[in-house]
Every structure is written in structure tokens, then in C-alpha cells.
């Protein structure tokens, strides 16, 4: 089989391995409109549990990923000069650029082509080729061009949010929630690196529009945003890396292939930050892809089962994103609670999780909170 993989993200790279590696005598070539040494971002996430599904199919990737990742076991979250740890929700964090050097050296290992700073400008380029595989991210080229076909929608959460990253470090995933005489904001940050952290900014629309930043430069954004977090960066800059303001992008399809095309990742679907990790999602999509095309003797029966098989999965997923999304479109009045209200609000948002499960993953913290619950109550 020959397959084109538009995009050298970490789903496209991903899949031309996993495929070029199972079947060597199969044609994989990678088209990336950047340079190998390019990326937008600072860092990503995985959860313990996405990490485990990587390992179960895939352990020497993972041994590979994992001694340059930073760990952590707690969140903490910041608000009105308190904080309060959540135990027991593992996470890990690598820089993108770190993530992408690791796996071009393993799709490059295995015999994939890859052709960075290649534009495809026309899909009539990839004549010839039995399946194009679509990583090609939210402005995907395949998408675009039949977005008819795939059954594509687009809408907007309407919080602004900026990527930066520092070379302020923080020992735990964080959120900092801070209010201001123009309006409130909120940071995530995390290192993701010994000596770097991302520091995503959001904000509500009004806050946005009080404070002006659609008149400002990138820089004056920047600026802004260092003085409204000076106490959490404790003298340490952020850092730019196209880091504009943008509302969050919820894409969706309804049809997953068409023809000998499929998309993964953002091309396909995407998922609030709040909740997951994109990168995360593009590797699972091409772990499924993979093995439903291993299944199946025909190509769009393997297309037909890697939708069926995957989909529901991705839609549980995005359901829970939303209902996230949502508690962050009212952090504003979320605030206003008392500092461990506000914390069981935030850890159960996305409704996944109830009180005997929050028991049972966080123990301390579950304590804390019903222990704050019962001051005053009635002996």
C-alpha cells in the first residue's frame, strides 16, 4: 500500500510509524509544511491513563518519551492568595518540539519519507497514492476540500485564551484565577521542561474588551498579562510563540473518511484544553486507524471500522470537554465561592466524576473539603 500522511504533528508522525513499522515493505511518505525543527506551543500533557494506553500498545515509544518528561501527582489550584492541593490526578508534560525530534527519529528509523517544508497545495499532488491520511490540523487541506463530504462543523467558545510559556517553574499542573479592577483571569501553567513551563492565559470576553487587547500588539498583550500574573511568575517573563488571542475552535465531522481520505486529530475533531490534550487524541486516532485497517482485507471497510470503532469513544470524550469548557465560560462567578467550594466545583466540572470516586482518587483533598463542609454544622 502507498500512503500519503499529510502533517509532521505528533498524530501524523505517529501513524507513519506505527504503519511503516508493521508493514516494511508498505510506501509511507510524510509531507510538513514546516522545517523538522519548527513548532508553534511550548508544552503538552498526558494523563497516567493516557500514558498506560500508550504503553500497552506501544512500550518503546513510551520508554523513549519518558525520561524526558516532567511528573506530578497534584493539582493545585490558586485563588485570592490561597491554595489548595487536589492529590491523586498524575499527569505528565513534555516540550512539543522535544515530543516531535522523538518522533521523526522513530517514523525516520522504521523508513518513513519525510519531506518537511513541503507545501501540498492541491490533493491532485497525492495522485497515485492508496490513502491519504489527513494530520494536517484545524486548517486541514483534505477537510477543506470536501467538507461536504465529511460532514464538517466549526463553532466558538467565547473565552479568549493566549499560549505562552515562562522560565518560571511550578511543581504541579496549577491554575491561578486572579480578579482585577477591569475583569478576572485565569492562567494554566505547568512545567514542562527543568528549566521552562507553559502559561496559557484565558479570560472572558468582557474582560478581554475592558482591557483593550484587541488593539494590542502581541508584545503589549504580553506585557499585560506579566503584570496581571506578577505574583505567580515571581519576576520571570513570559514568552511568545505566536501566541495571539483566540477563541477555542470546537470542530467536528460526521464522516471520518471519504474515498481513500481519513482525518485524525484536529483535522477531525478537537477537544478544550481544559479537559485534554490534543496530541493525545491524534496518537489514539492513529493507534485505531492502524488497527482498523490491520482488521480488515478492504481498505474502506478498515476506513468504515476505524469510525464505528472510535467514534463513540471520542464523542464521550468531547461531551465531557464541553461540559469543562462550560464551568470555564463562568469562572468569573465560580470565584466568588469560598476557596474549597470552588475547588470540588472545579474537579467534578466535566460530571465524570462523583464523590465516592473523588474519595477514592483524592483522598487528602476529599478530607480537606468535608471537613470545611462540617464547620458550623449542628453538633
Given at each position: 500500500?502507498?500512503?500519503a500522511?499529510?502533517?509532521?504533528?505528533?498524530?501524523?508522525?505517529?501513524?507513519?510509524?506505527?504503519?511503516?513499522?508493521?508493514?516494511?515493505?508498505?510506501?509511507?511518505?510524510?509531507?510538513?509544511?514546516?522545517?523538522?525543527?519548527?513548532?508553534?506551543?511550548?508544552?503538552?500533557?498526558?494523563?497516567?491513563?493516557?500514558?498506560?494506553?500508550?504503553?500497552?500498545?506501544?512500550?518503546?515509544?513510551?520508554?523513549?518519551?519518558?525520561?524526558?518528561?516532567?511528573?506530578?501527582?497534584?493539582?493545585?489550584?490558586?485563588?485570592?492568595?490561597?491554595?489548595?492541593?487536589?492529590?491523586?490526578?498524575?499527569?505528565?508534560?513534555?516540550?512539543?518540539?522535544?515530543?516531535?525530534?522523538?518522533?521523526?527519529?522513530?517514523?525516520?528509523?522504521?523508513?518513513?519519507?519525510?519531506?518537511?517544508?513541503?507545501?501540498?497545495?492541491?490533493?491532485?499532488?497525492?495522485?497515485?497514492?492508496?490513502?491519504?491520511?489527513?494530520?494536517?490540523?484545524?486548517?486541514s487541506l483534505?477537510?477543506?476540500?470536501?467538507?461536504g463530504?465529511?460532514?464538517?462543523?466549526?463553532?466558538?467558545?467565547s473565552?479568549?485564551?493566549?499560549?505562552?510559556?515562562?522560565?518560571?517553574?511550578?511543581?504541579?499542573?496549577?491554575?491561578?484565577?486572579?480578579?482585577?479592577?477591569?475583569?478576572?483571569?485565569?492562567?494554566?501553567?505547568?512545567?514542562?521542561?527543568?528549566?521552562?513551563?507553559?502559561?496559557?492565559?484565558e479570560?472572558?470576553?468582557?474582560?478581554?474588551?475592558?482591557?483593550?487587547?484587541?488593539?494590542?500588539?502581541?508584545?503589549?498583550?504580553?506585557?499585560?498579562?506579566?503584570?496581571?500574573?506578577?505574583?505567580?511568575?515571581?519576576?520571570?517573563?513570559?514568552?511568545?510563540?505566536?501566541?495571539?488571542?483566540?477563541?477555542?475552535?470546537?470542530?467536528?465531522?460526521?464522516?471520518?473518511?471519504?474515498?481513500?481520505?481519513?482525518?485524525?486529530?484536529?483535522a477531525?475533531?478537537?477537544?478544550?484544553?481544559?479537559?485534554?490534550?490534543?496530541?493525545?487524541?491524534?496518537?489514539?486516532?492513529?493507534?485505531?486507524?492502524?488497527?482498523?485497517?490491520?482488521?480488515?482485507?478492504?481498505?474502506?471497510?478498515?476506513?468504515?471500522?476505524?469510525?464505528?470503532?472510535?467514534?463513540?469513544?471520542?464523542k464521550?470524550?468531547?461531551t465531557?470537554?464541553?461540559?469543562?469548557?462550560?464551568?470555564?465560560?463562568?469562572?468569573?462567578?465560580?470565584?466568588?465561592?469560598?476557596?474549597?467550594?470552588?475547588?470540588?466545583?472545579y474537579?467534578?466540572?466535566?460530571?465524570?466524576?462523583?464523590?465516592?470516586?473523588?474519595?477514592?482518587m483524592?483522598?487528602?483533598?476529599?478530607?480537606?473539603?468535608e471537613?470545611s463542609?462540617?464547620?458550623?454544622?449542628?453538633?
Amino acid at each position: 500500500m502507498r500512503i500519503a500522511v499529510l502533517g509532521g504533528g505528533p498524530g501524523g508522525l505517529y501513524f507513519a510509524y506505527l504503519w511503516k513499522k508493521r508493514h516494511p515493505t508498505a510506501v509511507v511518505d510524510l509531507f510538513e509544511q514546516n522545517p523538522a525543527g519548527a513548532t508553534w506551543g511550548f508544552g503538552v500533557v498526558f494523563s497516567d491513563q493516557a500514558l498506560e494506553f500508550l504503553r500497552a500498545d506501544d512500550p518503546d515509544t513510551v520508554d523513549a518519551i519518558a525520561p524526558q518528561m516532567e511528573s506530578w501527582r497534584n493539582i493545585t489550584l490558586n485563588l485570592r492568595g490561597e491554595s489548595v492541593e487536589i492529590d491523586g490526578v498524575g499527569f505528565s508534560a513534555i516540550g512539543r518540539l522535544e515530543l516531535l525530534k522523538l518522533l521523526q527519529s522513530r517514523a525516520e528509523s522504521v523508513g518513513v519519507v519525510a519531506r518537511y517544508g513541503t507545501t501540498i497545495q492541491s490533493l491532485d499532488q497525492l495522485a497515485g497514492y492508496d490513502l491519504i491520511v489527513a494530520a494536517d490540523g484545524l486548517n486541514s487541506l483534505v477537510r477543506r476540500s470536501f467538507e461536504g463530504d465529511f460532514g464538517f462543523s466549526v463553532s466558538y467558545s467565547s473565552n479568549k485564551f493566549a499560549w505562552y510559556g515562562t522560565s518560571k517553574t511550578f511543581p504541579t499542573l496549577s491554575q491561578t484565577f486572579v480578579a482585577t479592577e477591569r475583569g478576572t483571569f485565569n492562567a494554566h501553567h505547568y512545567r514542562y521542561a527543568p528549566d521552562m513551563s507553559t502559561f496559557l492565559v484565558e479570560c472572558d470576553r468582557a474582560t478581554w474588551h475592558a482591557y483593550g487587547f484587541a488593539e494590542m500588539s502581541v508584545d503589549e498583550s504580553r506585557r499585560i498579562c506579566e503584570q496581571v500574573f506578577a505574583d505567580t511568575l515571581g519576576g520571570h517573563s513570559l514568552v511568545s510563540n505566536r501566541s495571539v488571542w483566540r477563541n477555542f475552535p470546537w470542530v467536528w465531522n460526521e464522516h471520518w473518511w471519504h474515498r481513500n481520505m481519513v482525518l485524525i486529530g484536529d483535522a477531525l475533531h478537537t477537544a478544550h484544553f481544559s479537559i485534554g490534550s490534543g496530541t493525545r487524541l491524534a496518537i489514539e486516532d492513529a493507534i485505531a486507524l492502524a488497527k482498523a485497517l490491520d482488521a480488515e482485507a478492504n481498505l474502506s471497510d478498515g476506513l468504515a471500522r476505524y469510525q464505528a470503532e472510535r467514534q463513540p469513544i471520542v464523542k464521550k470524550l468531547v461531551t465531557a470537554a464541553r461540559t469543562s469548557a462550560d464551568w470555564y465560560e463562568k469562572f468569573p462567578a465560580h470565584m466568588q465561592a469560598d476557596l474549597m467550594d470552588f475547588a470540588y466545583s472545579y474537579i467534578t466540572r466535566s460530571g465524570r466524576i462523583d464523590d465516592s470516586r473523588l474519595r477514592a482518587m483524592a483522598p487528602q483533598f476529599m478530607a480537606r473539603y468535608e471537613a470545611s463542609r462540617n464547620v458550623g454544622a449542628p453538633a
